[in-house]
């Protein structure tokens, strides 16, 4: 059927043609509410990095003594999609990637049991560090100023702070506040 015959259709059938859009419209709105929409959108970055410090050792010798232990024993994890490594002089980083979704807290209990079973690591090498990577964008910023000492306004700030940790907001930076010193 040609675009010609499909328009000589709807010039007779006008019936047709307000039937079409009606269905389109329909689908337009169910689609709609059934949307994912949120003012901040989830996402998350569901990795995993092991870091493991070797002072004095070569990239070579990272990579066949820390990475070839660490990366077969966290590859087959449950829920793992890749495993990326590093190795440069004195440092091995494995970046463990899990499929969207994961249990990032049994994820990062089962990456430490694993680490935990490896007996081959070099001697000298320092204790792998495992950290949850996590990616925080600035929601707001709170500016604080007025007829106080500094020390004042400082106790405020840490005040304001355990509040908004206390209500459940993940990371809360201060900036600005000069370190105690005596003079």
């Known amino acids: 059927m040609s675009p010609a015959d ?14 079409l859009m009606v269905i389109m419209l329909v689908m337009g709105v169910v689609s709609l509410s059934r949307m994912n929409t949120q003012f901040f959108p989830d996402f998350g970055i569901d990795m995993v990095a092991i ?6 050792a070569g990239a070579d010798d990272v990579e066949a003594n820390i990475v070839t232990a660490i990366e077969p024993e966290v590859r087959y994890l449950n829920n793992v999609d890749k495993v990326t490594s590093f190795a440069v002089e004195g440092v091995a ?16 209990s089962d990456v430490d049991s694993a680490v935990a079973q490896i007996t081959t690591l070099p001697e000298d090498s320092e204790k792998p560090k495992i950290s949850r990577v996590a ?29 908004l940790l206390a209500r459940g907001v993940d990371q809360v930076l201060m900036f600005g506040a000069r370190d105690e010193e005596i003079w």
């Open 51 to 56: 870091s493991v410090v070797w002072p004095g």
């Open 93 to 108: 980083t494995i970046l463990v990637e899990f499929n969207a979704g994961s249990d990032m807290q049994a994820a990062r």
């Open 6 to 19: 499909l328009v000589r259709l709807f010039v007779r059938h006008r019936n047709a043609a307000n039937l």
């Open 135 to 163: 990616r925080y964008d600035t929601i707001s910023r709170i500016a604080l100023s007025g007829p106080f000492s500094e020390a004042a306004l400082k106790a405020i700030a840490k005040r304001i702070r355990e509040g």
